[in-house]
């Protein structure tokens, strides 16, 4: 699986849009970008995934730049509650023998 | 969302005893369950790979026979930590992609042990 990275850390004012980026350039064709979110002391919570389209949810979206090779996970509006670390995962699907490792994240950090 | 269940949430033991942890998919089946370790400060660091009815797949580094797991069925997978030691004090997570699915996978809400 391909390796990815991440800034250490972010800061974003509540109430403004948080814009984590991911630089994935060793991406293959059939591997998906997945981001997940830990807050501290539990388990990690499934945010979005995409392959080469954006893709937008609930939660946020996913912009994958057309060469793959980089990411930008956007919440358009952060509240306190979106503090924690966030991992940019790069996979083939399970079912193919994709795993998810995780790599450091960004710990994102939303003041008031 | 999916449902993953962790029992117990936090443990505390004496050195040299087991602990069994149980993660349960509450409302899907699930084939294949993984486990993880987490060291304070530190990322998620996969262990194993826990497939029902056949022998889990362990990570390079990670002793088999200090941490035996058991997918017993569809819903239920077990990580025993043999003979435990201080060392092996850490916040220990699985997760399960539902049954046919080729994307997500959910995580449960983590064990936390200490060992005396």
């Known amino acids: 699986d391909a390796k990815t990275t991440q800034p250490p850390s972010m800061d974003c004012a509540e109430g403004r849009a948080a814009n984590l980026p991911c630089n994935h350039s060793?991406?293959?064709?059939?591997?998906?970008v997945y981001w997940y979110r830990q807050i501290h002391s539990q388990g990690p919570q499934y945010i979005i995934h995409?392959?080469?389209n954006n893709e937008t949810n609930e939660m946020a979206s996913l912009i994958i730049t057309e060469d793959r090779k980089s990411s930008t996970l956007i919440l358009p509006h952060a509240t306190l509650r979106d503090t924690a670390v966030y991992y940019c995962?790069?996979?083939?699907?399970?079912?193919?023998?994709?795993?998810?490792?995780f790599g450091q994240g960004t710990e994102l950090s939303v003041k008031p | 969302g999916a449902v993953v269940s962790q029992h117990p949430s936090w443990v505390i033991c004496k050195s040299g005893t087991s602990v069994k942890i149980e993660c349960r998919s509450l409302?899907?089946?699930?084939?294949?369950m993984f486990w993880y370790r987490q060291f304070p400060k530190q990322s998620l660091m996969l262990m194993a790979t826990?497939?029902?009815?056949?022998?889990?797949?362990?990570e390079q580094g990670v002793e088999k026979d200090k941490f035996l797991i058991n997918h017993a069925s569809l819903t239920l997978s077990t990580l025993t930590v043999t003979s435990a030691h201080p060392e092996d004090s850490s916040f220990y997570i699985c997760?399960?992609?539902?049954?046919?699915?080729?994307?997500?996978?959910?995580f449960g809400p983590g064990t936390r042990l200490t060992v005396l």
């Open positions: 997760s399960a992609p539902p049954w046919g699915s080729t994307d997500t996978q959910y």
């Open positions: 060793t991406i293959s064709g059939n591997e998906y």
């Open positions: 995409g392959l080469k």
């Open positions: 995962i790069v996979r083939v699907p399970y079912n193919q023998g994709g795993k998810l490792i």
């Open positions: 409302d899907f089946q699930a084939t294949t």
């Open positions: 826990s497939n029902e009815g056949s022998k889990a797949t362990y």
